[in-house]
C-alpha cells in the first residue's frame, strides 16, 4: 500500500539536506516571535491583543508577500531545472516589483490613516489606539521584507535554502535584542511599549536588506543582473502574471480569510481575554508548522526542478512520499502540542504572559485543536503548497486551499460567533472544517497525476 515510500536512501538524503535549513529557519524565527510575544504580553493583556490586532492587516501582507514569492518559487524552480539564469533574473525583477509595491502602499495607509484603518478589525478604543501606535511603525517594516523574502526565495528555489536560515536568523535575533531595549527602555533607551516592538521589527528588517544587498554584489554562485531586474520585460511579466498570479491570489485570499476569524473574535464579548489566547496559540501553531513548511518548500523544488529538466515521470510518487512523510511527521507533532496545552502551558507559560484564567483555558483549548487536526494540515500544507504548486498545478491548488475556506470555515465561525453568540469553543472548531473538504480535494487531485505540467515551455 504504501510502496512509493521506498524511495531509496540517497533521495530520503537530499529531502533532509534541503528540509533542514528550512526547518530550523522557521523553528528559530518562530520561537523568537514566541519571545517577542512574550515581552509584548509582560505590558498586560491589553497591549498583547493591541499587537494581534495590528497584525491582522500586517499578515494579510505578509501572506501577500509570500503569494509572490511562491509564485516566482513555481517559475524559478523548473527555470533552474533548465539552468536558464537570465530568467530566473527577470522572475526575481517581477517579483520585487509587485511585493515591494504592494506592502509599500499598505505602509503608506498604516501611516497616515492608522487608527480609522484598524478600526475594522476591533471595536475597543483603547485596543485600537495602542494596535495604531504599532501598526505606524512595522507597517514599513514589511516594506523591506518585501525585497528580502523574493532574493531568499530564489536561492531557496536554486537547492541553496541556508542562504534564508543565515539572513533571517541574523535579524531575528537583532530583532529580539532589541525588543528588550525598546519595549521596557533597557540601556538608556525610552521605554516606547508596543512602539517599541514595532521599531525592533523595522530595524531587524533594514538588516535584512542591508545584508541581501552585500550577498547580490559578492556572491559568485549566482550573479544577478540588475538590468533585467529593474526591467524584467513584458514577456516575463506576463508568466508571471499567468502562473504566478494564482498562487499570489491563493494566499491573500487565504490571508484575509484567516484574518476574518480574529476579526470575528474582535467583536465577540470578552475579546480582549479570547485575542490574548488566540495570540499564544497562534505562537505555537506557527512553530509546529515549520516541519510542513519545510517539507511543502523541499516538495516544490524537487518537483519543480525534475519537470523542468524533463523528467515529470518521477515525481508522482514523490509527491505521495513526501504527503505521507508530512502526515506522520504532524501526528508525532500533535500529541506533543496537547501534552504542552494540558500541562506544560498552564504550569509554566500562562504566569509567565500575565493571563487570566479565563485566557488560559481558552488558550489550552486552542491548542488541544490544533494538535488534533495537526496530520490533516501538515498533509493539506505539503499538498497544496508543495506538490500541486510545484507540479505547476497553480489554478487547482487556488481553488482547493481557499474555496473550503470561505465556503465552509468562515460562514460557520461567523453565524457560531456572531449570530448564535456561542462559546468560543463552538466558533474555533467551526474554523477547522476547511482541513477535511480539503484533504478530500488534495487526494484526489494528487491521484489524477493531472497535475504535473511544464510552465517553462516556449522559453
Known amino acids: 500500500m504504501f510502496s512509493y515510500m521506498k524511495r531509496g536512501p540517497g533521495f530520503y538524503r537530499q529531502v533532509a539536506s534541503l528540509a533542514a535549513p528550512i526547518v530550523l529557519q522557521n523553528l528559530i524565527t518562530s520561537t523568537l516571535g514566541m519571545a517577542d510575544t512574550f515581552m ?55 517579483a520585487m516589483w509587485t511585493a515591494g509595491s504592494v506592502s509599500f502602499l499598505f505602509a503608506l495607509v498604516l501611516q497616515l490613516w492608522p487608527v480609522e484603518f484598524l478600526s475594522l478589525f476591533g471595536n475597543q478604543r483603547e485596543v485600537v489606539e ?34 534564508g536560515l543565515y539572513i533571517l536568523v541574523s535579524s531575528m535575533l537583532v530583532n529580539t535584542c532589541l525588543n528588550w531595549v525598546f519595549i521596557f527602555g533597557n540601556l ?30 559578492l556572491t559568485r554562485f549566482f550573479r544577478v543582473q540588475p538590468a533585467l531586474l529593474l526591467r524584467p520585460g513584458k514577456e516575463m511579466a506576463l508568466r508571471f502574471a499567468r502562473y504566478g498570479s494564482p498562487v499570489v491570489c491563493n494566499e491573500t485570499m487565504w490571508g484575509l480569510g484567516t484574518s476574518v ?123 497544496i503548497v508543495g ?16 474555496s473550503p475556506l470561505w465556503l465552509a470555515a468562515i460562514p460557520a465561525a461567523a453565524v457560531c460567533g456572531l449570530v448564535l453568540r456561542l462559546d468560543i469553543l463552538w466558533v474555533y472548531l467551526a474554523m477547522t472544517l476547511e482541513n477535511f473538504v480539503k484533504c478530500g480535494l488534495g487526494l484526489y487531485r494528487l491521484r489524477s497525476g493531472k497535475w504535473i505540467r511544464d510552465l517553462t515551455r516556449g522559453t
Open 40 to 94: 509584548v504580553g509582560m505590558l498586560g493583556e491589553t497591549p498583547m491583543a493591541a499587537v494581534t490586532l495590528a497584525n491582522i492587516p500586517l499578515f494579510v501582507v505578509q501572506l501577500f508577500i509570500f503569494g509572490v514569492q511562491s509564485g516566482s518559487s513555481v517559475l524559478i524552480s523548473q527555470y533552474w531545472g533548465r539552468q536558464d539564469r537570465q530568467a530566473i533574473n527577470r522572475v526575481m525583477g517581477v
Open 130 to 163: 495602542l494596535a495604531a501606535q504599532y501598526g505606524r511603525i512595522a507597517g514599513w517594516s514589511y516594506a523591506c521584507s518585501a525585497l528580502t523574502m523574493m532574493y531568499v526565495a530564489a536561492y531557496r528555489s536554486m537547492e541553496r535554502p541556508q542562504l
Open 188 to 217: 538608556g533607551a525610552p521605554k516606547m511599549g508596543v512602539a517599541g516592538a514595532a521599531l525592533a521589527t523595522l530595524i531587524a528588517r533594514i538588516l535584512e536588506l542591508v545584508i541581501v544587498t552585500s550577498h547580490m554584489i
Open 261 to 383: 476569524f480574529p476579526t470575528i473574535m474582535g467583536h465577540m464579548e470578552g475579546s480582549t481575554e479570547i485575542l490574548a489566547a488566540y495570540t499564544v496559540a497562534g505562537n505555537m501553531d506557527k512553530i509546529c508548522m515549520v516541519v510542513s513548511f519545510g517539507l511543502a518548500a523541499t516538495a516544490a523544488i524537487i518537483i519543480g526542478r525534475e519537470i523542468g529538466a524533463g523528467r515529470p515521470h518521477v515525481v508522482q510518487e514523490v509527491g505521495m512520499a513526501l504527503n505521507t512523510l508530512a502526515a506522520m511527521c504532524g501526528i508525532v507533532i500533535g500529541a506533543g502540542l496537547i501534552l504542552f496545552a494540558q500541562i506544560t502551558a498552564p504550569a509554566v507559560v500562562y504566569p509567565l504572559f500575565q493571563m487570566s484564567a479565563r485566557a488560559g483555558a481558552i488558550a489550552s483549548m486552542m491548542m488541544t485543536v490544533q494538535g488534533v487536526i495537526r496530520p490533516l494540515r501538515d498533509f493539506n500544507s505539503v499538498t
Open 387 to 402: 506538490v500541486l504548486r510545484g507540479g505547476g498545478d497553480v489554478k487547482m491548488a487556488t481553488v482547493i486551499d481557499i
